[in-house]
C-alpha cells in the first residue's frame, strides 16, 4: 500500500471508528459539503452535508447500543486528487427494540483531495436483492 493509499484507508478506519461511537461530528468531518449519498433507505439518494447528517442521526438513533462495524476484502484505488474505495462492511449491535442483528452491505466510497486532506464526495451502500422474491437478502456472509 503506498502512502496516498494509506491515507484513504486512515479515512475509512476514522469512518469506521466514528460508526462505532455514533459520533455524528467525527462522521461529518469526513464528507464534503457537495455530498451525494446512496443508501438502502429511501429516498433514492440524500444530497448535501445537512441532509446526510439528518440520515446518520437518524440511523444512530435506532440503536441501543454501539454499532459495531468490521471491513473485509478492502481494495484502495487512488490517482492523484481521486479515490475511490470499495468493500464489505459488517455492521452489528442492538436496536432499540432489543433485536440484535448482524449484516453485511456493499459499499463503495469516492473520495477527492481538498486542501490537502481527503473528503467523501460519494458514498454508495447496498444490499443484494433476491429478483424473484424482490426482498433484500440480509444474510449473506463472504
Known amino acids: 500500500m503506498d502512502s496516498t493509499q494509506a491515507e484513504v484507508k486512515a479515512l475509512i478506519d476514522h469512518w469506521s471508528e466514528g ?5 455524528i461530528d467525527q462522521m461529518m468531518a ?23 447528517r439528518r440520515n446518520f442521526l437518524r440511523w444512530f438513533d435506532s440503536w441501543q447500543s454501539s454499532i ?3 471491513i473485509r476484502d478492502l ?16 455492521t452489528s449491535g442492538t436496536l432499540k427494540n432489543g433485536q440484535d442483528v448482524a449484516y453485511w452491505v456493499r459499499a463503495t466510497v469516492c473520495c477527492q483531495r481538498s486542501e490537502q486532506r481527503w473528503l467523501i464526495i460519494h458514498e454508495h ?12 437478502v440480509m444474510d449473506l456472509v463472504p
Open 19 to 23: 460508526t462505532r461511537k455514533k459520533d
Open 30 to 52: 469526513l464528507y464534503s459539503p457537495d455530498i451525494v449519498y446512496f443508501d438502502v433507505v429511501p429516498p433514492l439518494h440524500y444530497s448535501g452535508y445537512e441532509a446526510v
Open 68 to 70: 459495531g462495524t468490521e
Open 75 to 90: 481494495n484502495i484505488s487512488v490517482s492523484e486528487n481521486v479515490a475511490v474505495a470499495h468493500m464489505l462492511h459488517r
Open 125 to 136: 451502500i447496498s444490499v443484494p436483492v433476491d429478483p424473484k422474491s424482490r426482498s433484500a
